[in-house]
């Protein structure tokens, strides 16, 4: 089975992009939705995350402070380190069982924030990059999540950068709001059914 990964820098557009590739019959993998659930699935891990990245990081519930997390590993690449050797072959069990139970289609995708970074662009046999400028990104974010310009351009500085994702990359979407998305995308998986023959 085919495996493309969807990558892009935060606010770039990944998910629209997806729900695209979805209309069009392609089942979609959410790495990021993903390693949410496994929080809930695995209770060693919530264990894990509170003796190695934080304490404060599981409320008085049992239950995986989101905001917390993303607060202490966002200010220590020492704590996401560590986050992401806990959750990442968890993921990677659990996309491979996905994969397992989607056969018959020309290729899947899998979509994650940090496919280079996680070392998961490893298992695909494309990547497509999406790209938007900066200032754009910032202003959906802070729509979307409510967060500072300060902790978005935080965040957008721990990731790779657009070059580095493009030249990385075998297929590059734009959604900069002055290209068409839907014609891009379509000729992507025009390119992706014929590679998958």
């Known amino acids: 089975m085919k495996?493309?990964?969807?990558?892009?820098g935060i606010g770039s557009g990944k998910s629209v992009v997806c729900k695209i590739f979805e209309q069009l019959g392609i089942p979609i993998y959410d790495a990021d939705s993903a390693a949410k659930l496994l929080y809930d699935k695995f209770p060693e891990l919530?264990?894990?995350?509170?003796?190695?990245?934080?304490?404060?990081?599981?409320?008085?519930?049992?239950?995986?402070?989101?905001?917390?997390?993303?607060?202490?590993?966002?200010n220590s690449d020492?704590?996401?380190?560590?986050?992401?050797?806990?959750?990442?072959?968890?993921?990677k069990l659990d996309f491979k069982n996905w994969v397992d139970?989607?056969?018959?289609?020309?290729?899947?995708?899998?979509?994650?924030?940090?496919?280079?970074?996680s070392g998961a662009n490893k298992d695909c046999d494309n990547v497509i990059t999406v790209i938007?400028?900066?200032?754009?990104?910032?202003?959906?974010?802070?729509?979307?999540?409510?967060?500072?310009?300060?902790?978005?351009?935080?965040?957008i500085s721990r990731q790779?950068?657009?070059?580095?994702?493009?030249?990385r990359s075998d297929f590059v979407i734009y959604n900069d709001e002055k290209q068409m998305l839907?014609?891009?995308?379509?000729?992507?998986h025009e390119e992706l059914s014929k590679l998958a023959l």
């Open 3 to 8: 495996i493309v990964g969807i990558t892009g």
């Open 46 to 74: 919530k264990q894990s995350i509170k003796e190695l990245v934080s304490e404060d990081a599981i409320d008085k519930n049992g239950n995986v402070n989101r905001k917390k997390l993303a607060e202490i590993i966002f």
């Open 78 to 91: 020492e704590k996401l380190a560590i986050l992401n050797k806990l959750v990442h072959p968890l993921v």
């Open 101 to 117: 139970s989607h056969k018959g289609y020309p290729y899947l995708i899998k979509e994650a924030a940090i496919l280079f970074e």
């Open 132 to 155: 938007s400028p900066i200032e754009l990104r910032i202003e959906r974010i802070r729509q979307r999540d409510k967060k500072t310009k300060t902790e978005i351009e935080s965040i």
């Open 160 to 167: 790779l950068s657009d070059e580095e994702l493009i030249k």
């Open 182 to 188: 839907i014609p891009q995308v379509l000729k992507v």
